[in-house]
């Protein structure tokens, strides 16, 4: 099958269309014919070198991928060679075919385009499991996201918004900003002009903020435990501004406060399908009915993958850069 294939570790120049065995079906897993793939900012890391997939997974890169089931493994049931499926993947999704366990998949509605699936298990799978499951995001409660016009931050403003929850995010530019206010976010602060602990404690009338999903660490612990309401929750996904810091543990004690931190793509293959069902259950209607969508910045062709991560690394896009590969 064609995948883009990388020899050595790298810059976007590593990215090359070339060939690769076709995957092998196991048990309880299907095979599928992928449509769409679709980038992630792990991509960028794994690329380079410092990301390795965990054990038994594809080292092709690709977190996600919509496509047609081509072949169902032994002991599947509920799916059908045919159906349209969204998948989360622990790699392999820039590439023709990917196999998966049967649980990682999710039905593409049918007013949902197939390519424009690949934009959301990755970011709605996150969001709900550190927003919601870990962070315990409530109607009327309010939401902090870094990185707003991220694919994470543009799925997180819709979910939060479906859930009768308010939003404050944070961007580089107005231009995003006003897309994420466009989006369903109640505020939005542009972090290169305006301190977001300010805006979040005028917003609030300085109570505070009860979830913080934050994938830039180090620099931002500070402003966002002072961001947090009495027993708020700090959830940690990435480090893009750095992994170390000072944290002033009597904030932590006396406001009662939760910091964790969590990733999706090492968890079990069970768990992952408990948290697809469980986000089904929650938002699969707002999904069918296209008030969660993917926000889709551009499609690009699998043979197009260095291009897309060069944008992805400029922080041009706003939402999801997906490659096509039908
Ligand atoms: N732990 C997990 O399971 C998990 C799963 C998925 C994703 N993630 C993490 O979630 C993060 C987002 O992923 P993604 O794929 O959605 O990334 P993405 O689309 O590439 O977006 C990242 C965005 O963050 C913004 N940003 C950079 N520095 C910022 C700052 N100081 N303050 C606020 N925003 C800033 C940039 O936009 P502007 O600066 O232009 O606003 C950039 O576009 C990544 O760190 C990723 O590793 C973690």
């Given at each position: 099958?064609q995948?883009?294939v990388?020899?050595?570790?790298?810059?976007?120049?590593?990215?090359?269309?070339?060939s690769?065995?076709?995957?092998?079906?196991?048990?309880?897993?299907?095979?599928?014919?992928?449509?769409?793939?679709?980038?992630?900012?792990?991509?960028?890391?794994q690329?380079?070198?410092m990301y390795?997939?965990?054990?038994g997974a594809?080292?092709?890169?690709g977190l996600?991928?919509s496509?047609?089931?081509?072949e169902?493994?032994?002991g599947?049931?509920?799916?059908?060679?045919?159906?349209?499926?969204m998948?989360?993947?622990a790699g392999?999704?820039?590439?023709?075919?990917?196999?998966v366990?049967?649980?990682?998949?999710?039905p593409?509605?049918p007013?949902?385009?197939?390519?424009e699936a690949a934009?959301?298990?990755?970011v709605?799978?996150?969001v709900?499991?550190n927003?919601?499951?870990?962070?315990g995001?409530?109607a009327g409660?309010?939401?902090?996201?870094?990185g707003?016009?991220s694919g994470?931050g543009t799925?997180?403003?819709?979910m939060?918004?479906?859930?009768?929850?308010?939003?404050?995010?944070?961007a580089g530019s107005?231009?995003?900003?006003?897309?994420?206010?466009?989006l369903?976010?109640?505020v939005?602060?542009?972090?290169?002009?305006?301190?977001?602990?300010?805006?979040?404690?005028?917003a609030t009338d300085g109570a505070?903020v009860?979830?913080?999903?934050?994938?830039?660490g180090a620099?931002?612990l500070?402003?966002?435990?002072a961001?947090?309401?009495?027993g708020?929750?700090?959830?940690?996904?990435?480090l893009m501004?750095?992994?170390?810091?000072?944290?002033?543990?009597?904030?932590?004690l006396?406001?009662?406060?939760q910091?964790m931190?969590?990733?999706?793509?090492?968890?079990p293959e069970?768990?992952?399908?408990?948290l697809a069902?469980?986000f089904?259950?929650?938002?699969?209607?707002?999904?069918?009915?296209g008030?969660?969508?993917?926000?889709?910045?551009?499609?690009?062709s699998?043979?197009q993958a260095?291009?897309?991560?060069?944008?992805m690394k400029?922080s041009?896009h706003?939402?999801?850069i997906?490659?096509r590969v039908?």
């Amino acid at each position: 099958m064609q995948a883009i294939v990388i020899e050595q570790p790298g810059d976007e120049n590593v990215l090359q269309l070339g060939s690769a065995p076709d995957p092998v079906l196991g048990p309880g897993q299907v095979r599928i014919a992928v449509a769409a793939s679709a980038l992630n900012r792990a991509d960028l890391l794994q690329r380079q070198g410092m990301y390795p997939p965990p054990p038994g997974a594809s080292s092709i890169l690709g977190l996600e991928c919509s496509g047609v089931i081509s072949e169902l493994g032994e002991g599947v049931s509920g799916w059908s060679v045919g159906d349209r499926v969204m998948a989360l993947l622990a790699g392999g999704g820039y590439a023709e075919q990917v196999v998966v366990d049967a649980g990682s998949c999710m039905p593409v509605p049918p007013g949902v385009d197939l390519v424009e699936a690949a934009g959301l298990p990755e970011v709605c799978l996150t969001v709900f499991l550190n927003v919601f499951q870990l962070g315990g995001l409530e109607a009327g409660g309010w939401l902090l996201v870094h990185g707003g016009g991220s694919g994470i931050g543009t799925a997180a403003i819709q979910m939060a918004r479906e859930a009768g929850a308010r939003v404050i995010v944070t961007a580089g530019s107005e231009e995003k900003c006003a897309r994420c206010r466009e989006l369903g976010a109640d505020v939005a602060v542009n972090y290169r002009e305006a301190n977001f602990a300010e805006a979040v404690a005028e917003a609030t009338d300085g109570a505070g903020v009860d979830v913080i999903l934050d994938s830039i660490g180090a620099p931002y612990l500070e402003g966002n435990l002072a961001s947090l309401a009495v027993g708020g929750r700090l959830i940690l996904i990435g480090l893009m501004g750095g992994a170390k810091a000072e944290i002033g543990l009597g904030a932590l004690l006396m406001r009662r406060l939760q910091v964790m931190g969590s990733t999706l793509r090492a968890r079990p293959e069970a768990e992952k399908a408990e948290l697809a069902r469980a986000f089904l259950a929650r938002f699969g209607d707002s999904v069918a009915s296209g008030a969660i969508r993917p926000i889709v910045h551009e499609v690009l062709s699998l043979e197009q993958a260095a291009e897309g991560h060069r944008r992805m690394k400029a922080s041009e896009h706003f939402g999801k850069i997906l490659l096509r590969v039908g």
